[in-house]
DNA sequence: CGCTTGGTTGATCGATCAATCAAGAGCCCC
DNA sequence: GGGGCTCTTGATTGATCGATCAACCAAGCG
């Protein structure tokens, strides 16, 4: 995984494997038939790594299902920070590298945006009515996600925040200006009555 | 330039190349002293190509600045459709290949988004007031880069439109508040005393 | 005609690539 | 103690990688 993420898939050799996971090369092929089920694989620890290892931490001590958003956001732009623009996305980066219509690699790449945007529209559901109703969940969510990796992409690029900073800005300000459109409806502030979906 | 699109940099080979170019690997590396300065000149041409081949086809007929930040975007969704989702935004692709930190390489990249973002900015600047004054041109359209790259990633994840779909809109629907919002200021329709800036 | 310059040819280099394989090690059950 | 199983060892394979090189070619010039 880690070589992967830093080097990407097609500059890892079998041998840099090898010599970081202290193994031998029949051991390694014991279990992976090939180099390509090792991207299997990784792709699917990332998987299955989206909701303890991303999404939890993320989010312990922030219960606002907008700022969750934001709060996930606010990850990469660590992860970017603490390794001096080496880290990105991940999948990401192996989405953009891989060209070849593997369908297994590309079903798992697939897998993994849909978990992501998956989280985010749970959370966008379930901010429920601050949002209006014409701002499908589905279609802002993979509106995030395109905002994140193309924010990622540029920082990587440039080694600086700025085009991060200023696209999560922008989105901060496009949500404002959502959240303010939706209190048209309905003008009263009393908490009181407030139905709780599911 | 093509192999390189279709394959990317990693996994194309000076044999691909000398293959497709009919040439013989001496003479390659009589004007290229590396395949490394393949990938400059690439680069180079694809930043000089923006204005004559991406932008000016892109706006002809279309005058309203802000319809052309999305006849660009249009571009990139008849691309995709045109390829089968096989063709994408050659620099984003390359930007997240290329991990090494290599100056030069990572220099050009970011000058292509420089001038394809500077593009956008100059739409956003001669929209003047239609937008709202705390709208910064330049965070604008960064994010609208990021918006792209990211939308494109997930197109040709997923070989459907969804994502690019649902974020253009996402992205229209943003457009379309901002100039709502910057309606507020001054209410009168009149064109008359318009000032021109530069 | 000889000489220079700019470009071409294609065999060849050592390194590295992903993948293989025969041999053996460790372990459990009988 | 011995068979059977899983897993490990590491040398080795043939292909392919980027890059080099001496030889060659044609046009230009005096």
């Keep these: 995984m ?3 993420l830093e080097k990407g898939y097609g500059s890892t050799s079998v041998a840099d ?3 970081a996971a202290r193994a031998n090369s029949g051991s390694l092929y014991h279990f992976f038939p090939a180099k390509h089920d090792l991207l299997l694989a990784v792709l699917e620890r990332y998987r299955s790594e989206i909701e303890p290892r991303l999404l939890a931490p993320a989010w312990r001590g922030v219960a ?3 700022e969750r958003v934001f709060a996930l956001l606010r990850v990469y732009r660590r992860l970017l920070v603490e390794t001096g623009f080496f880290y990105g996305c991940p999948v990401g980066s192996l989405a953009l590298e891989i060209h070849e219509p593997d369908p297994a690699v590309r079903r798992l790449l697939a897998a993994n945006f849909e978990r992501w945007a998956g989280a985010v529209r749970g ?5 429920g009515d601050r ?5 499908d969940p589905r279609e802002l969510s993979l509106f995030v996600l395109a905002v994140m990796e193309g924010a990622v992409m540029q920082a990587r690029t440039h080694r600086s925040l700025e085009a991060f900073d ?3 800005r922008r989105l901060r300000d496009y949500f404002r200006r959502l959240e303010k459109g939706a209190r048209r409806p309905r003008l009263r502030p009393a908490p009181a009555a407030k139905e709780k979906i599911r």
Tied chains: 1, 2.
């Design 166 to 168: 200023a696209s999560v």
């Design 17 to 19: 494997v090898l010599r």
């Design 131 to 135: 949002l209006p109703v014409d701002a």
């Design 123 to 127: 959370c966008l559901r379930e901010a």
């Design 2 to 4: 880690r070589l992967f």
């Design 64 to 66: 606002d299902p907008i």
